[in-house]
């Protein structure tokens, strides 16, 4: 397997933390430096991967033979995945955050074609060393894709001297935890990728697809000074005692967790949530907002190569919901949650549909056709074309000016310049939607949209476009544009202010649509939650918070 050549080769200064006591209290001077190292390691990525053991060797194997590099890079949307991943409970003993995981299928990559169905033993035998591992059949969660971001942490852990910051000690002499270490990580994550998207909100880059107001001081920046929005670190976890082999990591244990499922719909992820973290459907609801950095890789889960939201892979803001309900809240031509095509450069502004009003948009599902089932399954944002018929019967004088018919004519005088050559459409394909606007969602996140069943293999079912037999036969790979009610059941959290309207899973996901500063704070409470899961609250002590503003800093 991907595994079997690792050996830690860190250089370690004693041995002070010992496994399954909790770790010991941080200064504020290892807070300061601590986060100045992670920031390093999300700002490099690469240079981080490729200075630890055998990572060079890896990054050239994915990047030249499965061509993504980018899904063992250790950014910051697998540090904060990392973090939830650490907190998920043990089958058997109920653990959590405990600075480990289990490494099954934790080396896979899914590359073969032949591999979706091995015809015999010899085929079944060379997907096994190929490919790390059979596929399942059946919706399965695992820890994939997270022991490059660990490994380039565990450097960082058990050194003094890192990303040219020395500590004088590491963490691991100075007896601190793994599992702090993995905590701290994740919440210094979030911090800086919502510094990536206020930065972003302060520039004049313009964003694919469905655009954040970036002149709204409620809308797009969100100040990190705001006492709401700063997060609670507690040191005193535990890390496990590995009961792996010598040679793999301290952080390997062959202990089963609770996974949840990710081809479930949103009543199945809200019920996980409550079951395994204690949050209720408001709670969960904001934590699937992390998909708002990072991307599913094919290579490494088998869902579509794809971001969450392609805005902005690396800012933390509320594109994740815009882009999930856009498809129900059509506002004011102006609003920020309305998709319009880029503008080109001539324009500096977004496109809409001929007559200038946010271009139309429905949701297809693909079968990514790796397992037997064709599965899994990517919810893909699809918006409709622009027509020359429509815009040669619009007079000059009327034409607004963000209609799509000024990108049409200037991709005619610019041929070769071009980035739109997809959005013209021809005759009864006008009707149709099929420009696809680069936004994946899973399951998981459009079950708290729409009210939908999966079968035994995570397939969606049971609404209109769903129902396509080519697609559900694997003849075609996407599904009709699919229309499906509203997921109206109840959340359990009363009725809406000041109103007799019962809060539903819907509204919950619709409300941080249009309130991303209600999303952060409600976020940060439940990340709290998740990152102490399962801990004794006796052993947890309250660090420092100058690294929450950068009070206390390296040197």
Known sequence: TLLVTFSIGLSLVGASYEPGTPGAAWTDQELAETKAKLIWIMDHPEEALRGTVRGKVYARYYERRLRDLDAIL?????????????????????????GCFNFE?????YFLRKCVKPKNWWHKRMCEIR????????????????????????????????AGIYSGQSLYSAGKSRADLWAFASLVAVQHTIGNNNMMCE?????????????????????????????????????????CDKWLPDFCTHAAEVHPNAHGNGNETGEFMKNNFGLNVQEATAVLGAHSIGRTHKVNSMFRSEPWTPQGVQDWNNLYYINGVNYISVGAPNASRNCRFVDTDEYKGFMGDEF?????VKFKVRNEMMQPSGGPWNWNLFGKGCSRAVCENIAPSDMHNKSCCHVLSWCDEHPEDCPFQELECFGDECNEHNIFLNVNMLNVDMGFVFQFTTDA??????????????????RKRFSGEVECPLNNDPSGLGTVPNTDIVRTYFLEYEFYANNPKNWVVTFRKAFDKILENKVDPANLIAAGTCWLNSTCVAV
């Open 131 to 162: 490919e790390g591992g059979l596929r399942s059949e059946l919706p399965m969660g695992d820890n994939n894709n997270l022991f490059w971001v660990a490994f380039v942490l565990e450097e960082l852990y058990k050194s003094d001297d890192f």
């Open 356 to 360: 200038g009003q946010p271009i139309s």
């Open 105 to 109: 299928a934790v080396g896979n990559r």
């Open 457 to 474: 293999n995570g397939r969606p079912q049971g609404c209109t476009g769903l129902d396509d037999q080519d697609w559900i036969a694997n």
């Open 74 to 98: 250790p950014t910051a949307a697998k540090i904060v995945r990392l973090g939830f991943h650490d907190c998920l409970p043990e089958s058997e003993t109920g653990a959590g955050c405990n």
């Open 203 to 243: 520039s004049t880059e313009i964003t694919d697809g469905c655009p954040l107001e970036k002149n709204n001081p409620d809308f797009c920046a969100l100040d990190l000074t705001t006492p709401d929005f700063q997060p609670v670190f507690r040191t005193g976890r535990s890390d496990c005692v590995s009961d």
